[in-house]
């Protein structure tokens, strides 16, 4: 790797592959930190609308007060996109498209393809196999996964997930990113799930076995985590907010690597059915007004 991702601090030129709530959030918090940032998103409909999440995110970072710059200053540093090939000058590209297995293969080899050699790619993946993907690229020792979470501009933890080939400088270096961006690290070897959606979906399943025993309502079980064991917020609301159909796919691959004590229940599978898929939607465990 070059000079420039190995120092410390953040690499001047950071990539975002899709511009979603994720993808945004993490477009975000590269730019307000200093970073160039470049978003590619699939058409020309999706970039426009990536560009309203980033540049809206930062008007409320400067309101906030989380940043001394202005919006024309921030914005001057963001560029919005559908090519891959603008990646060619980018130092990191974080990939941030849905948690489809052959979508991410696909997504990677592309920016892999037009990345210099000593660039570092991160995979935003929140449960699938860093090793996996990393044997799908030319050179896995650039590559690791960088989980954030959601909503980013709020959230203090990014998980660093290692592969077998990511190389100590690169481990090194995310470390040093995470730092740079105000957030904490929390690093871990790739295993399924890793050690956040591991421990989160598990929970939350039992919440949702709950519900559909009727042992309390969605309400009680929350209450329960957060005024009983200081969770932010409990189980079935932070499910809402990354949503249901994200968190069952999550709960399937699991149980794939790990056993039926991740098979997803029916009112998940229910809900994702009729289009009750938490926040984004309006309606999951709880209502959400629009």
């Known amino acids: 790797m070059t000079d420039s991702i190995v120092n410390p601090g953040l690499p001047s030129l950071v990539g975002v592959l899709g511009g979603g709530r994720m993808g945004a959030g ?9 970073a160039d940032v470049l978003v590619v998103e699939r058409d020309e409909q999706s970039a426009e609308a990536a560009r309203e999440r980033v540049e809206s995110a930062a008007a409320k970072s400067i309101e906030r007060g989380a940043t001394d710059a202005n919006l024309d200053e921030l914005v001057s540093r963001l560029t919005v996109g559908v090519d891959y090939d603008a990646f060619q000058d980018r130092q990191l590209v974080v990939e941030a498209v849905p948690e489809d297995w052959d979508l991410k293969v696909t997504a990677l080899r592309g920016i892999e393809e037009r990345l210099a050699d000593a660039a570092c790619i991160a995979s935003n993946t929140s449960s699938l196999s860093v090793n996996g ?10 590559f ?47 295993a399924p799930g890793f050690a956040s959606s591991r421990l989160g979906v598990a929970i939350a399943l ?16 929350d209450n329960a985590m957060v005024l009983g064991y200081k969770h932010p917020t409990g189980p079935l609301r932070t499910t809402d907010i990354v949503g249901l159909d994200v968190r069952l796919g999550i709960a399937e691959y699991l149980q794939s690597t790990l056993g039926d004590r991740f098979a997803p229940p029916q009112i998940l599978k229910d809900k994702v059915a009729r289009g009750e898929l938490g926040r984004k939607t309006g309606k999951g465990f709880f209502d959400w007004p629009s």
């Open 206 to 221: 039992e919440a949702m076995r709950m519900v559909e025993e009727g042992v309390a309502s969605a309400e009680d079980i």
């Open 144 to 190: 690791l996964g960088l989980h954030f979470f959601n909503p980013v501009p709020a959230s203090t933890l990014i998980e660093v997930v290692l592969g077998e080939r990511t190389s100590p400088g690169l481990a090194a270096a995310a470390k040093s990113w995470v730092e740079a961006l105000g957030k904490t690290a929390v690093v871990v070897n790739d």
């Open 26 to 34: 993490i477009a975000h918090a590269f730019l307000i930190k200093g």
């Open 133 to 142: 993907l990393a044997r799908e690229l030319k050179r896995p020792e650039n």
